[in-house]
C-alpha cells in the first residue's frame, strides 16, 4: 500500500492512499466470506464455508462492490494513519479517486490533526522542595481552635461583647424590600469577633440582649463568595434569641487527653505539629508540581486545532453556568456585574482553554515516553473512594458510566507522570 502525506497546515493533512493488488485480494475475501455466512446459502456447503468463486457469483455484485470499497477504504485509512503517527481529531473527508473493481482502490482523506508535540527536555528541569517548619505559633492557633469548639456556653442577661455567642433568627431584604436568598437564617449561632460570617455584621451584634431585635444595612464586599450578593446592598432585620458567654477550657493534660489519645499536653503538640508538617509539605509538593509542569508547557510546543480549544472553552463555560446557578445567579446576572457580553467573556476565557489543553497533550506525550500506565485495580480504587465520599446514588451511578471511568483513568495517569516530572527535577 502506498501512502503519501501532504501538509496542508500545522492541524490539517492530506494523504492519498493507493492499495496494492496483495491488499485489495485480502479484502475481498474478508468481505466474501462475511457475506457468504450471512448472504449465501448453497446446497452441500454449510454457512460461510463454501468456495469464494462460488459465493461471489451467488451475491448481488452491487452490494459485492459497496462493501468491498467500504471495508477497504475503512482498513486503508487505520493503516495509513499509523504509518504516519498522526492523532486524527474527527472523521476524514474522503474523496475516492479511482475505483476498478478488484484491482485498483485510490482515495485521498483530508483529516484534522493534532500537530507534532514538541517537548522540551524535562528531564534537565531541576527543583529544589524547600523544608517545611512549623512554628509554636501555628501549634497554638490550632489549639486555641479546639478551646472554641470545645468552649462551655453560659447563658447571660447583660449585653453582648466581643467574644460572646449570639443565637439569632435574621433575614436580609434588597432596596425594594424583596427578601434575598442566602441572606435569611434561623436559631443562628454567631460568635462576635470570630470573622466568621458576612463583613461588618459581627460589629453590629455587640450591645445587644436576649430578646433585643436591631435592623441594619450591610453593603457586601465586590468579591463575596455569592456571587449574586456582590456589591448588594442588604437591610437585615435581627432578632436575638440569647447571649452566651463562651467559657474556654484550660489546656492541660486532661484537655489533651478529651480530644485525642494523648497522655499529656507535649503529646498532643507533637501530634499537632505532625499534621501541621505534612499538611505544609503537601501544599509546597504541589505547588512545585505546577511549577514544574508549567515550565515544561511553556517550554514545548503543540499545533492544537481550533476545533479542540471551542470545546474545552465551551465545556469549560457549561460548568461554570451550572455552577452559577448552584450560587442562585443566572449568566445574564454574572455578565452584567461583570460588565462582559458573551463573546468577551469567550474571548477572555479562550487563552485559559488553549492551556488547558495544551498542558494536556503534553502530559499525555510524557506519560507515552516514561510507559506510564494505569491498571484496572487502580480505576476501581479510586471509583470505591469517590464513592464513599459522594454517598448520592444518582453520583454513584454517573462514577459507574465508561466516560467518567474514562476520566478518572486520565486523572490517575496525569498524577502519576506530574510524579514522574517531580522525581526527576527533584533528584
Known amino acids: 500500500m502506498q501512502v503519501k502525506k501532504q501538509v496542508l497546515s500545522d492541524t490539517q493533512i492530506k494523504l492519498t492512499v493507493i492499495a496494492d493488488q496483495a491488499f485489495i485480494d485480502s479484502v475481498k475475501t474478508v468481505v466474501l466470506r462475511r457475506m457468504g455466512s450471512k448472504d449465501v446459502k448453497l446446497p452441500g456447503f454449510r454457512a460461510g464455508k463454501a468456495p469464494l468463486n462460488l459465493i461471489e ?7 459485492l462492490q459497496k462493501e468491498f470499497l467500504e471495508e477497504a477504504i475503512n482498513r486503508m485509512y487505520a493503516t495509513a494513519v499509523k504509518s504516519e503517527n498522526l ?54 492557633d490550632v489549639i486555641n481552635s479546639i478551646k472554641k469548639s470545645q468552649a462551655t456556653r453560659n447563658e447571660v442577661t447583660r449585653a453582648s461583647k466581643d467574644g460572646d455567642e449570639v443565637v439569632i433568627d435574621f433575614v436580609g431584604k434588597d432596596e425594594k424590600g424583596q427578601p434575598v436568598s442566602g441572606a435569611e437564617g434561623r436559631d443562628y449561632p454567631l460568635v462576635i469577633g470570630s470573622n466568621t460570617f458576612i463583613p461588618d455584621f459581627e460589629p453590629e451584634m455587640i450591645g445587644l440582649k436576649g430578646g433585643a ?45 478529651k480530644i485525642g489519645p ?40 503543540v499545533a492544537i486545532p481550533d476545533v479542540i480549544i471551542d470545546g474545552q472553552a465551551d465545556q ?66 479510586q471509583i470505591q473512594l469517590l464513592k ?40
Not at 446514588?393 to 498524577?415: C, H, S, T, V, W
Open 57 to 63: 457469483k451467488n451475491v448481488d455484485a452491487n452490494i
Open 87 to 140: 492523532r486524527p481529531i474527527d472523521q476524514p473527508k474522503i474523496d475516492l479517486k479511482k475505483f476498478v473493481p478488484f484491482t485498483t482502490v485510490e482515495f485521498e482523506a483530508e483529516l484534522v490533526i493534532i500537530g507534532e508535540v514538541k517537548l522540551a527536555n524535562y528531564k534537565n528541569i531541576k527543583k529544589t522542595l524547600k523544608p517545611v517548619g512549623v512554628t509554636a505559633k501555628e501549634i497554638d
Open 213 to 257: 431585635s436591631k435592623t441594619f444595612t450591610i453593603k457586601f464586599p465586590k468579591d463575596y463568595g455569592a456571587v449574586s450578593l456582590q456589591n448588594k446592598k442588604v437591610s437585615f432585620s435581627v432578632d436575638v434569641k440569647k447571649v452566651q458567654e463562651l467559657v474556654e477550657p484550660i489546656v492541660d493534660d486532661t484537655f489533651a487527653a
Open 262 to 301: 494523648f497522655k499529656t499536653v507535649n503529646e498532643m503538640r507533637a501530634d499537632i505539629k505532625r499534621h501541621l508538617k505534612a499538611e505544609k509539605q503537601g501544599q509546597a509538593e504541589r505547588l512545585l508540581k505546577n511549577e514544574i509542569v508549567q515550565e515544561i508547557v511553556n517550554k514545548s510546543s
Open 316 to 381: 469549560a463555560e457549561q460548568a461554570f453556568k451550572n455552577n452559577l446557578i448552584q450560587r442562585g445567579q443566572t449568566w445574564q446576572e454574572y455578565l452584567k456585574s461583570e460588565k462582559l457580553t458573551e463573546e468577551e467573556y469567550r474571548k477572555r476565557e479562550r487563552p485559559i482553554a488553549k492551556q488547558n489543553v495544551k498542558t494536556s497533550l503534553i502530559l499525555t506525550e510524557i506519560a507515552k515516553l516514561e510507559e506510564v500506565t494505569v491498571t484496572e485495580e487502580e480505576i476501581s480504587e
Open 388 to 427: 464513599q465520599k459522594y454517598t448520592d446514588k444518582a453520583m454513584q451511578a454517573e462514577l459507574d458510566k465508561p466516560e467518567n471511568q474514562r476520566d478518572i483513568e486520565g486523572r490517575l495517569m496525569a498524577d502519576k507522570t506530574v510524579n514522574k516530572l517531580l522525581a526527576y527535577a527533584t533528584k
